[in-house]
């Protein structure tokens, strides 16, 4: 893949503009959880324990 010039891109570039791309949306998924779940911050409530399948 490149531009009009024949330029292509780095593989260092695109590394970088996924990892800030994906950093970007999980502030955003954070916010979502928040307002759902009403609990802030990134450690869950003392004693919360995951739900076991029967």
């Not at 024949?6 to 791309?21: K, N, P, T, W």
Request: proline content about 7%; charged content about 35%.
């Amino acid at each position: 893949m490149s531009d009009e010039d024949g330029r292509h891109a780095s593989l260092r570039r695109l590394i970088y503009d996924l990892v800030e791309e994906y950093g970007r949306h999980t502030g955003h998924a954070d916010l979502l959880r928040e307002a759902v779940d009403g609990v802030v911050g990134e450690d869950p409530p003392a004693g919360w324990r995951p739900r076991t399948q029967p």
